[in-house]
């Protein structure tokens, strides 16, 4: 008895103190960030279908979009209705973030585009980004 209960003080003594504070894993962002982000989330399959129609004219591989990527170049409403115009800047990855261009999509978002409300309008390559050579491998020989 005498032995459990030295053992018991012991691990007492030696055991740390476990200090937990709750911290939120959201950083301090403002309005326009959140809604940007919510935006981009919202586009991202229409973005990404665009985009691998694209590249599968170049590359055997699909490409990444990761949200983090795109960007919001220009947005604004279409007259005092509930239709907006939005621009974003796509930077398409393979691999381990591999760059292979830079695109810029145009769509217009509005109640009666169904099924998502948002219609591609324009689509613009603006940059091709040449791959490493091990990554060669997925271009295509046209």
């Known amino acids: 008895m005498k032995s459990i209960l030295m053992t018991i003080l012991a691990f007492l ?6 200090h937990a504070e ?4 959201v950083p301090n962002e403002t309005r326009e960030e959140i809604y940007s982000d919510m935006l981009l989330l919202m586009l991202s399959p229409q973005i990404e279908a665009a985009i ?9 591989e699909n ?7 795109i960007d919001v170049v220009f947005a604004k409403r279409v007259d005092t209705s509930f239709s907006f115009i939005v621009t974003v800047d796509v930077t398409p990855v393979v691999g381990p973030h591999i760059s292979v261009g830079k695109d810029r999509l145009t769509f217009k978002i509005s109640p009666g585009i169904a099924p998502s409300q948002a219609k591609l309008i324009k ?3 603006l940059e091709t980004h040449e791959l490493p050579p091990h ?8």
Do not use: A, D
């Open 123 to 125: 689509y613009e390559h």
């Open 52 to 60: 691998n129609k694209y590249y599968s004219k170049t590359l055997t």
């Open 13 to 18: 003594m030696f055991s740390g103190f476990v």
């Open 135 to 142: 990554w060669k491998r997925i271009l295509r020989h046209t």
């Open 22 to 25: 709750s911290k939120s894993s």
């Open 63 to 69: 490409p990444q979009v990761y949200p983090y990527m």
